[in-house]
Structures are given as C-alpha cells and as structure tokens.
C-alpha cells in the first residue's frame, strides 16, 4: 500500500511564478492539452482527472487489487483532501473497482463516499466493467449497466447520468437506448482514432439517435493527441467547448500531481476551467439547440482482426449469455410453480461473466494466463447453471404431470414462437424416439451436435476450452514422468484428431412441424430401447467424378472432389448456379499484409462420407497441412429438410500472424448488407465515403452479431435473392475486393506479461508466443433464401442456430403447454428474468415483492419498424396479477417514464411498442403455497 501522506506534493505558486520561463515553456509542451490562446480565444476547455485501469490484461485480476486499484483510489482521496489543489476533480469509469474497495478496503470507501458527496469525485460510466461494445450481446450491456448503476445507488445514493467510452473502434447505434433507459443523459467517446477530417464520422458534439428516436447527448475527445492538432481541424460553426480528461492509465496509479498543477497554473492563465464534467455538459445543453443529429453507428477506424483472436473466450462468452438466458426463464416458471428460482446466484454468475467481457480481454489482448483464468471461472459458470437449468425443468415437468413413465424426456423451447427442427440427446442405447402424441419421429446415430460444445447442457457439459490455454503438452507430460506423474486422458487437449474418432453416442432427432413446442412452452419426447428397425429410405446425397451432389425440397449444391469447396448452389437441377468459379471455402493471409494477398492454400488430402441419412448426410473435406504444419478440415452437414447448408471448420493451428477465412463466393452483386445487432438488424453500405479526394471506399471488416446476410441486386439471377451467413462463436465479416469473407482465426502476437505484477504460471518459459495455438472448432452456415425470408425471419433462424431447446429426463407424463405466447411477429420477447434483490437503500425506486409474490421483468423488442400494440397471452397455470412499465435498472419511479399503456387484463399483458424499442415489463406472479 503506498502512504501517500509522506509524498511530497508540488507547489503551484513556484510554477506561477515561473509562468514565463524556461519551464513553464517545457511545460506547455509537453502538456496533453497545450494552447496558444490567440488560436481560439473563446474556447472553454473542461479538465477532469481520470483514470482507466484494464481489469485483465498484462497481469490477472486478482492480481491488481494492493497494487493499482487501491493505490489508485487512495492517492485520489488524498489529492482531493489535501487542499492543496482546489477545483481538481476526479473520476474513474468501471464500478467493479468500487466494489473491490468496498470489500477490502471500508475505510478508504468511507472517504470516497464523502468525496461524492462534496462533488470532488464525479461518479460516471455506469457499466461493470468497460467493455467491448461490438462483441457482447444487447443484454450483456444491459447487464453491466444493471450491476454498475445499482451498486452505485446503494452505496451512493445516485447513479451516473454520464456515460463514458474509451478506446472503441466502431458503436452501434442502438446504445443510445440503452444508455438512456438505464439513468444517462450524456455520452463521452474517449478515443484514440477520432479524426475530424474524416466522413466517417465528422462531429465533435451531436445528439445520437436510436432507431427508436432515443437521444443522447455526445461529445469526443482525443485523449492522447495534442489540443493544437484538433484545434485545427475544426470549423466555424462547431460549438466551441472540449472536454479534456487527463490522468494516468494502469501503473500510473491515478493522476500525477504535476500535471493537477499544471492544468492549476492554465486555469490562473485563463486557458481551461477545472471542473466537473456534468458542468461541461450543462455548457453543451445551453447550445443543444446548435447540434447536429447523428442516427447512424459510429465508426471511427476499421474494425481490426483481433475480433477473430483467442476464440475460446469469445466462444465461452457467447455460450455463458445463451445458457443464461435458457436458465433465468425456467428459473421463473419454477419458481411460478413454487419450485426454486435462482436469480439471486444468477447475478453473480453475471459479475463473473461480465468481467470477461473487458476491452482488451475479450478482443485478445490479454495474457495467457487471463485466458486461463476465464475458462476456469466459466466452467464454475456453466456447471451451476447446467444444474439449475435441469432443476428448473425437473420442478415445471412435476407440476404439470399426470403420471409417470421410464424414459420419458422433457423438452423446453426458449423461445417466443413454436419450434421443431433437429435436436440431439445422449443416446443410452435409445433407438426409437417419439413425440408428445406418441407418434414416431426420425432418428440417427451421430457423433457429434450442430452447437457448440456446452450450449446443450443436457448432453453432458465438455471441459471448457481454454482452461490450458497454449499449454505445451508434451514438455509438460515430460516435466510430470520425471516426478511419476502421467497426464491423465481427461486432461489431454483435444485435437482435431480426436475429436473426429468421437464415438456415435447422440440421437439425432427431427421434430417435424406438427410437433413443435409451443411458444416458451414444454412438451414431451420419449425413447424405446428396442432393437432398431431397418431405414429403407433413399439416399438424397450422390456422387460423380467430379462432385458430392446433395438435393433436398430447398436446394441443390455441389462439393467439388478436386478441391473441397461448394462449386454449385442452385435452387434445384434446372436453376442456374450462384456461385463464382473460387466457390465457398478457406483462405489465409498475412496479419500485416496491407494488400489484402491470400497466401497459397493447401491441396486437398481428401474428401468422404462421414454420415449418410436419413437424417443429416455429412462429408468431411481433409486438406494436407500447411508450412507451419496448420491442419484444417470441413465438415460440410446437409440435413433432409432443411434449407441451411451447415459447415464445420477444424482446426490444429500453429500459424504465426496469419488470418483465416472463409470466402463466400457467390454471384450476388450487392451494395449493402443486413447484420444482426445489439437489438436490432442493421442495415450498412459496403462503401463509406471517407474524403473528399477518396469518394467511395469499401469497408475493410464488419462486426456482427449471429448474422450476416445481403439481396442480389441482380434479380435476373437464378431463383434465390439472398444469402444469409450465420455463426456461433465469430463476430466478423471482412470484405475482400468484392468477396465477403467469415474471419475465423488471427494467430496475433500475445502481449508481454507485467512481471511485477502477475503471477505467471510454471509454462512462461517456454509456451508459444502466438495466440490460438491448438484446436479449434467453428460452426458457421449459410442460406441461400427466396423472397418471403425478412429480416425477422432471418433473425429468428439465427437464433435457433445459436440457441437450442432444452431437455431433461424428467420421467413425467404431462400435456404440452405455452406459458407465455405473443400475438405481433415484429416483436420478439428476449428477456425473462426475477428482478434483483430489492434494495433498502433506494426503497421508492423499486418493487418490494412480498412473500407470496414472485416479480419478474419480461423484455420485449419491436424489430419490424412500426408501432404495434401486442398482447402477451399468460398461461393459466401461473398466477399473475398485474404488471407495468419499467427501466433497464428495474426502476418503477424516477425512470422517465411518464406514461405508460401496460396493463394486465383477462390473462393478458397488454402494452403498445414504439419502432425498434425495447420494453421491460414488470410482472407481478403469485407463489403457489403449501397446504
């Protein structure tokens, strides 16, 4: 702990005096906000200390809490106590910081809470932690405001009215919402690329705009560069205000008091005002009238390749908010039904996952053992919920059932609207299965799921990828034999080997669409044991010389046996192809490689049938490895019905700052492109106009979230008239000369570890220097679909790609049932979920549940782009009583909302919903209780 009493401060009256010398010249040199005042005499300049401490990144978390979160804290407090620099001002953006104190540090927390008080230290940001804000999902950063700003109220008695963002390549524009559903007014982008010359984003202030007409007050600043050289760049008519923060990041421990002083010594001098940052803003409200409006994303750089880097943990995120999702729904209906509910566990598995999410951790930028660190802690994650989940389901299965038989299983649809398709189940010698009508359904042996590892918890959670992240196993096997330890089979990485020699021990098992499962609703599967019946049946996947040739009712396509690509997709055999003669598959390049040049691609080794009906029919494509003896392989699934091409890339990589993708060569001529986003479907230019001497350039890479898909805008061609891309764990569409390509891998460079703070593992020495070193698994599809796919049709697909039904066997006979069902297809509900805990602190702000009661949000978003009322239909097997309109915070007053038409009436939830808004709705069930 650093005794910041016996520091020695520096005098601002000697640096006074001295305004006109050499020093004070060395000064303004050197300073981050230096000026001649006769460039801009009315310019009114904010300063306000910050700081940013990355939570993982060059040392672990656990890590930093004595030796920079604490001393960083401390030295504020005493800078602002010590009076010796009056107006200084401070702030820190991540509330997880706040909490460590708190816990370990009572005393110092005491004297930040006075701080706040005497407005010395300016509460801002509001999220958990500081997050990317392109690969998370919509409710991960409703999540991190939730955590942030209710920890704030209960220990500050406010929340931050000012969001803040640091060091962000591109926003999506449906932040503004959230940020204003969830208490902030204002919006700071700290960022090292702004460039005002550029048409990519030409404001300093704005009002940015929600597709749902939500507005933020914004302004930007860059943080690093000199005042003179934005200075510049600004025209007449721009408002003349700039926020300035200044402060040290990481070891810096805070703000250096040199420059307290300096910034002292500008404000004598009349150049700056040091002051609070809501002030700034009331500065900026008075000239609101004066601003431009800005309804688009934000971008100020091209988004860079380390979106594709260390995927585990982007794997592992992705999973943690699916199984979440699934578990916090049946959590409720449980609990409705006078089971367990589990939310108040749930909140911390949240602070878990949420702190994974930090800027530089999740876009690879962290240490090894931060990854490490990551797995663990999501397998603790999804262990917890797997158990919840099946307890959850165990409760509801109970409570509906009017008898009990052997192996009978029941399924969960997660979703707000009647679901079938493919599902698989560990097989336990099952040979037969059937559905709740006791009708037969199709079955077949498989290996292996279409989700990622762990997004089924039903069949058997894997170990985590990741928890021996880059472990060097046959150096570490030797290193055990000298002390008579063998590793053990379990702790073995996979390989792509062994993961293809898996064994056939799943049922795959199709749902035709008079079976689905009902809206949020439960039915029944079961499984005979009996010997299987012959399938007579023919098979739908042919051969040639020259192609696999697979046909169903959707499409027709082709896989070349010379090079392993899709060559052919049509809508049948009489429709011409769609696609371009390099066809669909993979491509590497050099990370640094600024011409875009594809390095020489493996041969082919081979190709097969892995699977063959009646079901799923499956090729595997094998090519030689590459010259850092890289092996990657396709799996390409084509399954009876439907009209998704599913592929599978495996990977045993070992390149060095090389990129791989998947080339999506098609015939579709496009100029815009449709992506899933944070609670909405985007809609972009491929080309931006960047400057007047470059009129038209087209974008480098595009982030996304599960979905990609565009129109051919040449209609002559063929019968489809668009191409819609779908992925499980990668969030990135690069575009090539023309082409789109899916990133799948970047082997970037792994940052130097901080010695004198982490604590590294034995394997330093002699690990790999290179991320994503080992084995990789990508699902990724594609579907070529007619006219009558939209965008929500689009979505819904993309979601069912991401997030399966659930399963448990349960051993209950029940009827099926809908609990709850929407009447408008335009809005989805996304959210179910029991408030938090109710806070003491805050009691007018939020609802006080009794005994008896059990009070849940339900989310809902309009996706359609028009104002709809709906109905929400409850089931008459949970006892609601009312509900009405609430924050993201889950705040019933003081949230803004003024006038709202929810009401609960004859068994329906009824509200109206403005375009692209997203709703949350607090829903009042009574507890069934015992006799």
Same mark, same amino acid.
């Given at each position: 702990?650093?005794?910041?009493?016996?520091?020695?401060?520096?005098?601002?009256?000697?640096?006074?005096?001295? &305004?006109?010398?050499?020093? *004070?010249? /060395? %000064? #303004?040199? =050197?300073?981050?906000?230096?000026?001649?005042?006769?460039?801009? +005499? !009315?310019?009114?300049?904010?300063?306000?200390?910050?700081?940013?401490?990355?939570?993982?990144?060059?040392?672990?978390?656990?890590?930093?809490?004595d030796k920079i979160i604490e001393p960083t804290f401390a030295r504020a407090v005493h800078q602002i106590q010590s009076l010796k620099f009056p107006n200084f001002v401070f702030s820190i953006?991540?509330?997880?910081?706040?909490?460590?104190?708190?816990?370990?540090?009572?005393?110092?927390?005491?004297?930040?809470?006075?701080?706040?008080?005497?407005?010395?230290?300016?509460?801002?940001?509001?999220?958990?932690?500081?997050?990317?804000?392109?690969?998370?999902?919509?409710?991960?950063?409703?999540?991190?405001?939730?955590?942030?700003?209710?920890?704030?109220? &209960?220990?500050?008695?406010? *929340?931050? /009215? %000012? #969001?803040? =963002?640091?060091?962000?390549?591109?926003?999506?524009?449906?932040? +503004? !919402?959230?940020?204003?559903?969830?208490?902030?007014?204002?919006?700071?982008?700290?960022?090292?690329?702004?460039?005002?010359?550029?048409?990519?984003?030409?404001?300093?202030?704005?009002?940015?705009?929600?597709?749902?007409?939500?507005?933020?007050?914004?302004?930007?600043?860059?943080?690093?560069?000199?005042?003179?050289?934005?200075?510049?760049?600004?025209?007449?008519?721009?408002?003349?205000?700039?926020?300035?923060?200044?402060?040290?990041?990481?070891?810096?421990?805070?703000?250096?008091?040199?420059?307290?002083?300096?910034?002292?010594?500008?404000?004598?001098?009349?150049?700056?005002?040091?002051?609070?940052?809501?002030?700034?803003?009331?500065?900026?409200?008075?000239?609101?009238?004066?601003?431009?409006?800005?309804?688009?994303?934000?971008?100020?750089?091209?988004?860079?390749?380390?979106?594709?880097?260390?995927?585990?943990?982007?794997?592992?995120?992705?999973?943690?908010?699916?199984?979440?999702?699934?578990?916090?729904?049946?959590?409720?209906?449980?609990?409705?039904?006078?089971?367990?509910?589990?939310?108040?566990?749930?909140?911390?598995?949240?602070?878990?996952?949420?702190?994974?999410?930090?800027?530089?951790?999740?876009?690879?930028?962290?240490?090894?053992?931060?990854?490490?660190?990551?797995?663990?802690?999501?397998?603790?994650?999804?262990?917890?919920?797997?158990?919840?989940?099946e307890n959850s389901l165990m409760t509801i299965a109970h409570s509906l059932k009017y008898t009990l038989k052997h192996d009978f299983y029941s399924i969960f649809n997660p979703t707000c609207w009647k679901r079938g398709g493919y599902i698989t189940v560990l097989r336990s010698n099952f040979n037969h299965a059937f559905d709740q009508d006791s009708a037969p359904?199709?079955?077949?042996?498989?290996?292996?799921?279409?989700?990622?590892?762990?997004?089924?918890?039903?069949?058997?959670?894997?170990?985590?990828?990741?928890?021996?992240?880059?472990?060097?196993?046959?150096?570490?096997?030797?290193?055990?034999?000298?002390?008579?330890?063998?590793?053990?089979?379990?702790?073995?990485?996979?390989?792509?080997?062994?993961?293809?020699?898996?064994?056939?021990?799943?049922?795959?098992?199709?749902?035709?669409?008079?079976?689905?499962?009902?809206?949020?609703?439960?039915?029944?599967?079961?499984?005979?044991?009996?010997?299987?019946?012959?399938?007579?049946?023919?098979?739908?996947?042919?051969?040639?010389?020259?192609?696999?040739?697979?046909?169903?009712?959707?499409?027709?396509?082709?896989?070349?046996?010379?090079?392993?690509?899709?060559?052919?997709?049509?809508?049948?055999?009489?429709?011409?192809?769609?696609?371009?003669?390099?066809?669909?598959?993979?491509?590497?390049?050099?990370?640094?490689?600024?011409?875009?040049?594809?390095?020489?691609?493996?041969?082919?080794?081979?190709?097969?049938?892995?699977?063959?009906?009646?079901?799923?029919?499956?090729?595997?494509?094998?090519?030689?490895?590459?010259?850092?003896?890289?092996?990657?392989?396709?799996?390409?699934?084509?399954?009876?019905?439907?009209?998704?091409?599913?592929?599978?890339?495996?990977?045993?990589?070992?390149?060095?700052?090389?990129?791989?993708?998947?080339?999506?060569?098609?015939?579709?001529?496009?100029?815009?492109?449709?992506?899933?986003?944070?609670?909405?479907?985007?809609?972009?230019?491929?080309?931006?106009?960047?400057?007047?001497?470059?009129?038209?350039?087209?974008?480098?890479?595009?982030?996304?979230?599960?979905?990609?898909?565009?129109?051919?805008?040449?209609?002559?061609?063929?019968?489809?008239?668009?191409?819609?891309?779908?992925?499980?764990?990668?969030?990135?569409?690069?575009?090539?000369?023309?082409?789109?390509?899916?990133?799948?891998?970047?082997?970037?460079?792994?940052?130097?570890?901080?010695?004198?703070?982490?604590?590294?593992?034995?394997?330093?020495?002699?690990?790999?220097?290179?991320?994503?070193?080992?084995?990789?698994?990508?699902?990724?599809?594609?579907?070529?679909?007619?006219?009558?796919?939209?965008?929500?049709?689009?979505?819904?697909?993309?979601?069912?790609?991401?997030?399966?039904?659930?399963?448990?066997?349960?051993?209950?006979?029940?009827?099926?049932?809908?609990?709850?069902?929407?009447?408008?297809?335009?809005?989805?509900?996304?959210?179910?979920?029991?408030?938090?805990?109710?806070?003491?602190?805050?009691?007018?702000?939020?609802?006080?549940?009794?005994?008896?009661?059990?009070?849940?949000?339900?989310?809902?978003?309009?996706?359609?782009?028009?104002?709809?009322?709906?109905?929400?239909?409850?089931?008459?097997?949970?006892?609601?009583?009312?509900?009405?309109?609430?924050?993201?915070?889950?705040?019933?007053?003081?949230?803004?909302?003024?006038?709202?038409?929810?009401?609960?009436?004859?068994?329906?939830?009824?509200?109206?919903?403005?375009?692209?808004?997203?709703?949350?709705?607090?829903?009042?069930?009574?507890?069934?209780?015992?006799?």
């Amino acid at each position: 702990m650093v005794n910041w009493e016996k520091r020695k401060l520096p005098e601002k009256s000697k640096l006074i005096l001295l &305004k006109s010398s050499k020093k *004070i010249k /060395k %000064i #303004s040199k =050197i300073s981050s906000i230096s000026l001649n005042p006769d460039d801009s +005499p !009315q310019l009114k300049i904010t300063a306000i200390g910050n700081s940013f401490i990355n939570p993982t990144h060059l040392w672990k978390n656990s890590d930093i809490l004595d030796k920079i979160i604490e001393p960083t804290f401390a030295r504020a407090v005493h800078q602002i106590q010590s009076l010796k620099f009056p107006n200084f001002v401070f702030s820190i953006n991540s509330v997880l910081y706040f909490e460590m104190i708190y816990e370990a540090y009572p005393e110092l927390f005491n004297h930040i809470q006075n701080c706040v008080d005497q407005k010395t230290w300016e509460l801002i940001g509001g999220e958990w932690i500081e997050i990317n804000l392109n690969l998370p999902n919509g409710e991960s950063i409703i999540r991190q405001r939730l955590m942030g700003q209710r920890f704030y109220a &209960k220990n500050f008695y406010q *929340i931050a /009215k %000012i #969001s803040w =963002i640091n060091n962000t390549f591109s926003v999506k524009n449906s932040l +503004p !919402q959230i940020l204003k559903k969830s208490g902030s007014d204002f919006l700071y982008l700290n960022n090292p690329f702004l460039d005002l010359n550029s048409n990519n984003f030409p404001f300093l202030h704005f009002i940015w705009e929600s597709p749902d007409r939500s507005q933020i007050l914004t302004t930007c600043s860059k943080r690093t560069g000199k005042l003179n050289e934005i200075l510049s760049r600004l025209s007449n008519d721009i408002i003349p205000l700039l926020l300035k923060p200044y402060g040290g990041e990481d070891k810096e421990l805070g703000v250096d008091p040199m420059k307290i002083v300096e910034k002292m010594v500008w404000e004598d001098l009349g150049y700056i005002h040091n002051q609070s940052i809501s002030k700034f803003f009331s500065q900026l409200m008075n000239n609101k009238e004066k601003l431009p409006s800005w309804p688009d994303n934000i971008s100020f750089n091209n988004l860079r390749n380390s979106l594709t880097s260390v995927g585990n943990v982007k794997e592992n995120n992705h999973t943690a908010e699916i199984i979440m999702f699934q578990a916090e729904i049946l959590s409720v209906l449980s609990g409705l039904l006078g089971g367990s509910h589990f939310q108040d566990e749930f909140s911390s598995d949240w602070k878990r996952i949420l702190l994974f999410q930090a800027v530089k951790t999740i876009e690879g930028r962290s240490i090894c053992e931060v990854y490490r660190d990551a797995a663990d802690e999501y397998n603790s994650i999804f262990h917890h919920i797997a158990s919840s989940q099946e307890n959850s389901l165990m409760t509801i299965a109970h409570s509906l059932k009017y008898t009990l038989k052997h192996d009978f299983y029941s399924i969960f649809n997660p979703t707000c609207w009647k679901r079938g398709g493919y599902i698989t189940v560990l097989r336990s010698n099952f040979n037969h299965a059937f559905d709740q009508d006791s009708a037969p359904l199709l079955v077949q042996e498989v290996a292996f799921s279409p989700y990622v590892d762990n997004r089924e918890v039903h069949l058997g959670l894997n170990s985590v990828p990741g928890t021996n992240y880059l472990k060097v196993y046959n150096k570490l096997a030797n290193d055990l034999a000298e002390i008579n330890i063998e590793i053990q089979k379990q702790d073995e990485p996979v390989t792509l080997r062994s993961y293809e020699e898996r064994s056939k021990n799943k049922l795959l098992v199709y749902i035709p669409p008079n079976s689905k499962i009902g809206s949020f609703g439960i039915g029944t599967i079961s499984f005979l044991k009996s010997p299987p019946k012959p399938q007579n049946f023919a098979s739908r996947l042919k051969e040639t010389e020259e192609f696999y040739i697979f046909s169903n009712m959707h499409y027709q396509v082709k896989v070349s046996k010379l090079n392993g690509k899709i060559m052919h997709v049509s809508r049948d055999s009489h429709s011409s192809n769609n696609i371009n003669k390099e066809g669909i598959g993979y491509k590497i390049y050099h990370d640094e490689d600024s011409k875009n040049t594809p390095l020489l691609f493996p041969e082919l080794e081979d190709i097969s049938i892995e699977e063959s009906g009646p079901i799923r029919y499956t090729l595997l494509v094998k090519y030689n490895p590459t010259r850092n003896k890289s092996t990657i392989h396709t799996r390409y699934c084509f399954y009876h019905e439907s009209p998704i091409i599913y592929g599978e890339t495996l990977v045993d990589w070992s390149e060095k700052l090389k990129i791989l993708t998947l080339n999506l060569g098609t015939k579709f001529q496009t100029s815009n492109i449709s992506l899933g986003s944070q609670y909405y479907v985007d809609k972009i230019d491929i080309e931006t106009k960047i400057s007047k001497e470059i009129e038209r350039k087209e974008r480098k890479n595009i982030s996304f979230q599960q979905f990609a898909s565009w129109e051919n805008e040449n209609k002559i061609l063929g019968d489809f008239i668009g191409l819609a891309v779908y992925s499980q764990t990668k969030y990135c569409l690069a575009l090539q000369n023309g082409n789109k390509e899916l990133t799948l891998l970047n082997s970037t460079k792994l940052p130097k570890p901080d010695k004198s703070l982490t604590i590294l593992d034995d394997d330093f020495e002699y690990r790999t220097k290179f991320n994503d070193q080992g084995f990789h698994r990508i699902p990724w599809a594609i579907e070529f679909y007619l006219e009558s796919k939209d965008k929500i049709d689009i979505l819904k697909t993309a979601i069912e790609y991401n997030v399966p039904m659930i399963l448990a066997p349960t051993n209950a006979v029940h009827k099926p049932i809908s609990f709850f069902q929407i009447n408008q297809t335009n809005v989805l509900i996304t959210t179910i979920k029991e408030i938090e805990e109710f806070m003491r602190d805050a009691p007018d702000w939020f609802y006080n549940p009794s005994m008896a009661e059990l009070a849940f949000i339900i989310r809902c978003v309009e996706y359609g782009g028009k104002q709809t009322n709906c109905e929400i239909i409850v089931s008459k097997k949970l006892n609601v009583k009312k509900a009405f309109e609430v924050d993201l915070l889950e705040r019933i007053e003081n949230n803004g909302i003024t006038t709202s038409d929810v009401e609960f009436t004859e068994g329906k939830i009824k509200f109206s919903i403005n375009p692209y808004e997203i709703k949350s709705i607090l829903v009042i069930g009574r507890i069934p209780l015992e006799e």
